[in-house]
């Protein structure tokens, strides 16, 4: 939990700085250093310790000395000295996608914005758009803005919720009487983004566990507490809720809170065509219960094969499982080898040699080194001279390391009219070419469908990166007409890719599921800039499962020789 802490943080530190309107160089450090802190697998304080943060992408000397102060005094007092130089609110407005400092800034000198509370009131209003530079499109985007933030704020990602569930889980497991312990609800459906965090436990003491449970140290505040059902708010304000059930109907209650409730209707209504009642205490007859223990015990009893929890959404899954159709899911075993990869040779924080360890570490075939190309220079994107060094600097390690293939490649940035930042001729010496947006999301909807098709059509690049660019809590997706661009993919055999990173999960499952039906190949990548965050393929697979994605519809499933790259 330190590292979102950290994370946070430095955020705020960016955001103030911003305001001030100081160099915009210095702001990306402390924004990039909060992303990579934050998905650092590891607690940052084991870095701290072993006298490894400067390992960590972006962090040098000054973040490194924040960093110990931070986690040695649980405060940092050059944040303090900062926050005394604005007003507080609008470190608050600035949080809303659209809104930047200038306007922030604006905002508050003319009206007197201090608050979110304000500025909503002010645009609804209609007083934002009579400011001299502002215009009715920037009313409506800050309404827009202001509901993203709300909605970001409702859910949190899936890492977010696996981390704060695995703190709890941990803790919990050490005491005797919890006999089994597992977190239900959406997270364990793993579904990109959780509202709250249902964990179920089965012992034969819930007055234990229910008072271990609401006095762990992470608990900010007890929000109900009784025998056998407790909910907590944590320190960062995540919703957790804790039930302890009978072993004899563990089963049956984990099936009723894992969810999702469209699936448990399903359920429900196929119980009861075969003569069954079926609740979150098991399935009976004539009130004589015949199953409850196990899942499989309950799904058995409906005459049905397991259903894994990804597929538990009523989406078809209850019917397949009727029919002995269900798909044999993409298994982490099943990926030979990741294709989107940065290193220090563009914003990543890890050496080509420290991906290639670490990708040999998990058993891959191959692993594509794709840094930024050269426009995206605040991503530190390779000059067509540096890529010369950078090939060679992979044909060193390929001799070193005959283990895996690493593949030479680049992220090449899709400008605004489709075209791609590097030429032909640079990118046919590459061996994985991955097409990808960074800018002018605000295009319109055939626009920006037309610069992902352009791209498509390049006959070097075979992927697409983040399709649509959502980044979760930050930026809703851009708009793209999906079945244009699959039909461009089918014409081209351009695949498109889940990326891993859980702020991401783009293409998301419900897209994915439809190129899937189009025949559209998928790529499961991390797009990781730190050779742990290639762990991070976790996500992207679970997001692939939630698709009803095979190994078949996933092309890093296929060895070397049969990538079509
Ligand atoms: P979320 O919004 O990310 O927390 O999603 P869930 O699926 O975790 O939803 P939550 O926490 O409201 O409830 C956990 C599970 O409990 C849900 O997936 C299914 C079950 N459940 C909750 N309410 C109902 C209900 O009214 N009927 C049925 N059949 N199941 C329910
Ligand atoms: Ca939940």
Known sequence: MKNQEIANIFRQIAEILEIKGENPFRIRAYERAALNIESIPEDIEVFVKQDRLKSIPGIGKDLEEKIKEIVTEGRLKYLEELKKAIPEGLI??????????????????????????????????????????????????????????????????????????????????????????????????????????????????????????????????????????????????????????????????????????????????????????????????????????????????????????????????????????????????????????????????SSIEEVVKKAMGMGYEYIGITDHSQGLKIAGGLSKEELKLKKKEIDRLSKKYKGIKILFGAEVDIDSDGGLDYPDDILNQMDVVIGAIHSGFKQSRERLTARIIKACQNKYVRIIAHPTGRLWGARDPYEIDLEEVLKACMDTDTALEINSFPQRLDLNDINCRMAKDFGVKMVINTDAHLAEQLEMMRFGIACARRAWLEKKDILNTLSLEKLPL
Request: proline share 4%; aromatic share 4%; charged share 35%.
């Open 92 to 349: 608050d407005i600035l949080k809303v996608p659209g809104v930047g400092p200038k306007t922030a800034k604006v905002l508050y000198e003319r009206l007197g914005v201090r608050d979110l509370v304000m500025l909503e009131r002010m645009v609804h209003a209609g007083r934002v758009s009579k400011l001299p530079g502002m215009k009715k499109k920037t009313e409506e985007n800050i309404i827009r803005g202001i509901e993203i933030l709300k909605r970001g704020h409702d859910r949190m990602d899936l890492k977010t919720a696996m981390d704060a569930a695995d703190s709890f889980v941990g803790r919990l497991k050490r005491l005797k009487e919890v006999k089994k312990i597992i977190p239900a609800g959406s997270l364990r459906r793993m579904k990109d983004t959780v509202r709250d965090i249902d964990i179920l436990v089965s012992s034969g003491s819930p007055k234990k566990i229910m008072g271990k449970f609401t006095t762990l140290p992470d608990v900010r505040e007890v929000l109900a507490k009784g025998l056998t059902k407790s909910s907590i708010l944590t320190k960062d304000g995540i919703h957790v809720d804790v039930r302890v059930i009978e072993d004899a109907s563990y089963g049956a209650a984990l099936m009723y809170f894992t969810g999702s409730k469209a699936h448990n209707i399903k359920l429900r209504q196929l119980a009861i065509k075969k003569g069954f009642k079926l609740s979150e205490y098991g399935i009976f007859k004539k009130n004589k219960k015949v199953a409850g223990k196990t899942e499989k015990e309950m799904y058995r009893t409906l005459g049905l094969p397991y259903i894994v929890p990804e597929l538990r959404e009523d989406r078809g899954e209850v019917e397949a499982a009727r029919g002995n159709m269900l798909p044999r899911l993409v298994e982490p075993g099943d990926i030979k080898g990741d294709l989107h990869v940065h290193s220090t040779w563009s914003d990543g924080g």
